[in-house]
C-alpha cells in the first residue's frame, strides 16, 4: 500500500516535470525562432540592423548616416518576403517641408531600398508605409547621426550597465543609461510638463551642465522634442534638470533618447534591447513615463506668493463736490471709491456703493416777502 502511494506520488512528480520540460521547451522553440528571424534580417541587411515587430511579420531596417534606406521584411514563419511588396519613406528637411522618397523591391537581394535625408540633426524623424500583400504596414524610426548602428551599438553598451528591474528614480520617474549618463525620465499626466534629471552612480540629481537632450517620441502621432535646462525659481537651481513639453494622452508606444554633452553623443530607445525585435502593434507594451506629480501645485504657491507681495491695490478716492442754486441751495457730495483687492491667483472683487448724501435745500425769504404773502392771503 505504501509503495502505491509513493509510486503515485512519483507519477506526479513525473508528470510536473515533465509539463516543466515541455514549457521550457515551448519558451526555447520561441527564443530560437526569434534569434532565426534576427538571423535572418541581418544576413541579409547587414549587423546591427533594427527590427520593429508587426503584428503580420517583422521589418528589419538599415539605415546609415548618408541617408540610404535598406530593409527586410519577413512574415510569421520568418521567411523573406520577395514579391507583392513596396513601400514610402517620409521625413522633413531643414525647413520643416515633408518630403518622399520610394522604398522599392531589389529583386537580387530581396531588400527594399530608398535613399533618405543625410542624417545631420541629433534624431532625425523617419516615417515609413510599407504594402505588404496589398496591407500597409507604417511606423515611425528616431534614428542619431550614426544610423541604426550607432542606436544598436549604444544599446549593447548600455546592456553592461543594467539597472535592477523596475528602478524608480528619485523623483519616481524612468531611469535611462544613455551613453555614460544615467537620466532620470518622468512626464506629467495632468500638463504633459516633461523633465529629465542626470543622476549620479548613487542616483541623485546632479548640475546637467552642457548637456543638450533631444527626445524622439511614437504616440499618438510622432513627435521631436529639445529640452531647455530649467531657469532658477524658488527653491530650485538654475540647471537642475531639463524640461519641455509633450502632447501625450497615454503612455507612448517608443520614447529615443538623445544626449550631446560638448562634443561627445549617446542615444537610447526606452526598452530596446539590441537584436530583439521591438512591438510597435496594437497590443505592444507601452513606455511607462507618465506619472501624476505636485509641479503645479508647487507652481500654483510661488505664483500665489509673488503676486500677493507685488499687487495689494486698495484705492481710496475722496470726491466733495458743493452747489449753489438761486435760491442759495447748497449740497454736499461725498462720494467713496470702490475698494478692490486683488489676492492672486484668484481674484476677489468687493465693490461698495457710492454713499452720496445730498442735504435738503434750504430757503430764506425777506421780510417784505413775506408781507406781501399775507396781504394776498388775506384778499381771499
Known amino acids: 500500500m505504501k509503495i502505491t502511494k509513493l509510486s503515485g506520488a512519483f507519477a506526479l512528480l513525473l508528470i510536473a516535470a515533465a509539463a516543466a520540460c515541455g514549457k521550457g521547451e515551448e519558451q526555447q522553440v520561441e527564443a530560437n525562432a526569434t534569434a532565426e528571424v534576427t538571423a535572418t534580417a541581418e544576413s541579409a541587411i547587414g549587423e546591427g540592423a533594427y527590427i520593429e515587430e508587426h503584428e503580420s511579420g517583422k521589418a528589419a531596417f538599415n539605415v546609415a548616416a548618408d541617408g540610404s534606406v535598406k530593409a527586410a521584411v519577413t512574415g510569421p514563419d520568418g521567411e523573406l518576403i520577395r514579391e507583392d511588396i513596396g513601400g514610402t519613406l517620409l521625413w522633413k528637411d531643414a525647413s520643416g517641408e515633408e518630403k518622399t522618397a520610394p522604398l522599392t523591391l531589389d529583386a537580387k537581394t530581396g531588400l527594399l531600398v530608398a535613399a533618405g535625408p543625410k542624417l545631420e540633426a541629433d534624431l532625425t524623424q523617419l516615417g515609413y508605409t510599407l504594402n505588404v500583400a496589398g496591407k500597409p504596414?507604417?511606423?515611425?524610426?528616431?534614428?542619431?547621426?550614426?544610423g541604426t548602428a550607432e542606436l544598436y551599438a549604444n544599446a549593447k553598451g548600455a546592456a553592461d550597465l543594467a539597472l535592477p528591474e523596475g528602478k524608480l528614480g528619485p523623483h519616481g520617474g524612468r531611469i535611462e543609461i544613455v551613453g555614460d549618463d544615467r537620466l532620470e525620465l518622468l512626464v506629467d499626466e495632468a500638463?504633459?510638463?516633461v523633465r529629465v534629471y542626470v543622476l549620479d552612480v548613487?542616483?541623485?540629481?546632479v548640475d546637467i551642465g552642457e548637456r543638450k537632450v533631444t527626445l524622439g517620441v511614437v504616440a499618438d502621432a510622432p513627435q521631436v522634442v529639445v529640452l531647455a535646462p530649467v531657469a532658477a525659481t524658488a527653491g530650485v537651481a538654475a540647471g537642475a534638470y531639463l524640461t519641455g513639453k509633450l502632447a501625450l494622452a497615454a503612455d507612448p508606444l517608443k520614447v529615443t533618447?538623445?544626449?550631446?554633452n560638448g562634443a561627445r553623443s549617446a542615444v537610447a530607445l526606452c526598452g530596446y534591447r539590441p537584436g530583439v525585435a521591438f512591438a510597435v502593434h496594437a497590443h505592444a507594451p507601452r513606455v511607462k513615463v507618465r506619472v501624476k506629480t505636485d509641479w503645479h501645485a508647487?507652481?500654483?504657491?510661488?505664483a500665489h506668493a509673488d503676486l500677493k507681495a507685488k499687487a495689494h491695490i486698495d484705492p481710496k478716492v475722496h470726491v466733495h463736490a458743493a452747489s449753489g442754486a438761486k435760491a442759495n441751495a447748497k449740497a454736499q457730495v461725498h462720494v467713496k471709491a470702490p475698494s478692490v483687492r486683488v489676492t492672486p491667483p484668484s481674484v476677489n472683487v468687493q465693490i461698495k456703493a457710492p454713499n452720496i448724501s445730498i442735504p435738503k435745500p434750504s430757503f430764506k425769504a425777506s421780510a417784505s416777502a413775506r408781507a406781501s404773502a399775507g396781504a394776498k392771503v388775506g384778499t381771499h
Open 257 to 260: 533618447v538623445a544626449v550631446r
Open 191 to 193: 500638463t504633459g510638463e
Open 137 to 146: 504596414w507604417s511606423g515611425t524610426l528616431h534614428v542619431p547621426a550614426g
Open 202 to 205: 548613487d542616483l541623485k540629481p
Open 298 to 302: 508647487h507652481a500654483h504657491a510661488h
